[in-house]
């Protein structure tokens, strides 16, 4: 993760999405100059559009302040939503992506306050961009916030596989998204853009999906 956020100082030509998200994943050459892209908030916008065709106009939540905080918040601004609240333990980092990112529509506000469990309550769309989640037995939000969150709010974990949030979310009958999708279409972006044709996005689908289910 550090090389994507180094790297920028290192090649000749940026994308202004790679600038705003701090980092670049993807590194072409034209016509001898490097030139570098971030695909992770084109490959989330697009995962979210399958998902919610009404997303534009949409209240969002997402957990976290850092790299992966910054693409969700780019991805939603990209899909059309009028509020995308940040919610971390250190309100000056969420502060400080807020100001980053300017002009999307960020609110910074510390987790586990009252006004973060009244955005959750309000939230068309909530996205988990936080470490928390990886081992089995770790939760972003309490039983209690999850237990508030409209029965129509999309519920987003950019891990690759399930989690206990994504189950906790399920178990209320909201709709759940992991992070498998957003991976197989940022890398079918980068294939584009490395090879100038467009990938089979289903067939790719189709291994991500295999591959994970031969792990299980």
């Given at each position: 993760?550090?090389?994507?956020?180094?790297?920028?100082?290192?090649?000749?030509?940026?994308?202004?999405?790679?600038?705003?998200?701090?980092?670049?994943?993807?590194?072409?050459?034209?016509?001898g100059r490097l030139?570098?892209?971030?695909?992770?908030?084109?490959?989330?916008?697009?995962?979210?559009?399958?998902?919610?065709?009404?997303?534009?106009?949409?209240?969002?939540?997402?957990?976290?302040?850092?790299?992966?905080?910054?693409?969700?918040?780019?991805?939603?601004?990209?899909?059309?939503?009028?509020?995308?609240?940040?919610?971390?333990?250190?309100?000056?980092?969420?502060?400080?992506?807020?100001?980053?990112?300017?002009?999307?529509?960020?609110?910074?506000?510390?987790?586990?306050?009252?006004?973060?469990?009244?955005?959750?309550?309000?939230?068309d769309v909530v996205?988990?961009?936080?470490?928390?989640?990886?081992?089995?037995?770790?939760?972003?939000?309490?039983?209690?916030?999850?237990?508030?969150?409209?029965?129509?709010?999309?519920?987003?974990?950019?891990?690759?596989?399930?989690?206990?949030?994504?189950?906790?979310?399920?178990?209320?009958?909201?709709?759940?998204?992991?992070?498998?999708?957003?991976?197989?279409?940022?890398?079918?972006?980068?294939?584009?853009?490395?090879?100038?044709?467009?990938?089979?996005?289903?067939?790719?689908?189709?291994?991500?999906?295999?591959?994970?289910?031969?792990?299980?």
């Amino acid at each position: 993760v550090p090389h994507k956020e180094n790297v920028l100082s290192l090649i000749d030509e940026v994308s202004n999405l790679a600038r705003r998200a701090g980092a670049v994943n993807t590194i072409s050459n034209r016509d001898g100059r490097l030139a570098g892209d971030n695909t992770d908030v084109y490959g989330l916008s697009q995962s979210l559009r399958l998902h919610d065709d009404r997303l534009d106009g949409c209240r969002a939540v997402v957990l976290g302040a850092g790299g992966a905080a910054r693409a969700a918040v780019l991805s939603l601004e990209g899909v059309g939503a009028r509020e995308i609240a940040v919610l971390n333990r250190s309100i000056e980092r969420a502060e400080r992506l807020r100001d980053d990112l300017v002009p999307a529509p960020v609110v910074a506000i510390a987790s586990g306050s009252a006004e973060a469990n009244r955005v959750l309550a309000a939230a068309d769309v909530v996205i988990n961009a936080t470490a928390l989640g990886w081992k089995r037995g770790e939760m972003p939000l309490t039983g209690d916030q999850i237990g508030a969150l409209a029965d129509s709010a999309l519920v987003v974990d950019i891990t690759y596989r399930d989690t206990d949030l994504l189950e906790a979310a399920r178990a209320r009958g909201l709709r759940t998204v992991d992070g498998l999708e957003m991976l197989v279409y940022q890398g079918a972006r980068s294939l584009e853009i490395w090879s100038g044709q467009t990938p089979p996005v289903d067939v790719m689908m189709a291994a991500a999906l295999a591959a994970r289910a031969a792990r299980t």
